[in-house]
């Protein structure tokens, strides 16, 4: 089976702007989830989609969103950019509620200038 | 959220030598991972492990969750297990992992 897939795998943007990170899962799996990894906080949970439904959402203002299609591929979006929203985002994706193994893939590198 | 702290936060090794890299968390879980993460930032799965004893290889791993610590060890280290290592914790039901601050290891030729 093909990995977890994201694109883009680069991005920069400028303040103010939004944009759009895109994640396939393994196939099969139907639930995926997003994470923040910056220097200074780590790797920090975003949110998580199983059947298009936001399931859980970690601490995150209101800028951070997201959604999932009946395919199970997953968006993420971040309004109004700020410099402090330059990390690596990580997408990750398991079977479903009750499977706990979650496989991530490669990131988007987003850099706010 | 669950405190994971993951030590040492730096190890260096000559090639061929042995490492025991540590995992503490704060509360019970029922789900434990370690990853190795690339150069390239992915994460790679090692090991799914909230209890007990795995082996893959070189590597191995060992969770007493009763005693809220699992451990990492990787033998015969190859330049090529350089990078981060990470441990992260969670509970069945919960939908997010709790990431502990990683291990950078450099493994020198």
């Known amino acids: 089976k093909a990995g977890v897939t994201q694109t883009p795998r680069y991005l920069i943007k400028t303040r103010g702007q939004q944009v759009t990170l895109s994640c396939s899962p393994i196939?099969?799996?139907?639930?995926v989830s997003w994470y923040q990894q910056t220097p200074g906080q780590g790797l920090q949970f975003l949110f998580e989609?199983?059947?298009?439904?936001?399931?859980n959402k970690g601490n995150f203002p209101g800028r951070f969103s997201g959604r999932q299609f009946s395919n199970s591929r997953s968006e993420m979006n971040v309004s109004t950019l700020e410099l402090g929203d330059s990390a690596l985002y990580l997408c990750a994706s398991r079977e479903g509620p009750g499977t706990d193994t979650q496989y991530f893939g490669p990131g988007t590198r987003l850099t706010v200038l | 959220g669950i405190q994971v702290e993951q030590s040492p936060p730096d190890l260096i090794l000559q090639e061929g030598a042995n490492s025991t890299l540590r995992c503490n968390f704060s509360d019970s879980v029922n789900n434990l991972q370690w990853f190795h993460q690339n150069p390239w930032g992915q994460l790679i799965n090692l090991f799914y492990?909230?209890?007990g004893t795995k082996q893959n290889g070189r590597l191995s791993a060992t969770t007493v969750a009763t005693e809220r610590y699992s451990l990492l060890y990787i033998s015969s280290s190859q330049t090529t297990d350089s990078g981060v290592y990470f441990c992260?914790?969670?509970?069945?039901?919960?939908?997010?992992?709790?990431f502990g601050t990683g291990t950078r290891l450099t493994v020198i030729p």
């Open positions: 989609y199983f059947s298009e439904t936001q399931r």
């Open positions: 196939s099969g799996h139907r639930s």
């Open positions: 492990i909230p209890s």
């Open positions: 992260a914790v969670g509970r069945t039901g919960a939908n997010n992992l709790f």
